[in-house]
């Protein structure tokens, strides 16, 4: 890593994101080009961002949400007796 690594590290994410501006855009593409350390950084990270995106939680099903709830509901009550209302 060269001692500017650090700066371009702050400005990778946001690289990823396409929110950077023209010129440290230009700046970062030509840092790794240069600079294999924030090429398998930058690897890394948007394995990890498709991976967020692509690991999106699905909904509970209904059913499956309402008998939770009803679960959820009868421990409390256990605990801590029955709220008011
Ligand atoms: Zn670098």
């Not at 995106?53 to 209904?62: A, C, D, Q, V």
């Not at 939770?68 to 009868?74: D, E, I, P, R």
Request: one cysteine or more; glycine letters at 10%.
């Amino acid at each position: 890593m060269t001692g500017k690594c650090p700066e371009y590290l702050n400005d990778l994410n946001d690289y990823l994101d396409g929110t950077l501006d023209q010129a440290t855009c230009a700046e970062i593409q030509r840092h790794l080009g240069e600079c294999e350390n924030c090429r398998i950084m930058i690897d890394t990270l948007r394995q990890t961002v498709t991976l967020c995106r692509g690991g999106k939680p699905e909904p509970l099903p209904p059913a499956l949400e309402a008998r939770l709830n009803g679960l959820l509901k009868t421990r409390w009550e256990q605990k801590f007796g029955k709220r008011p209302g």
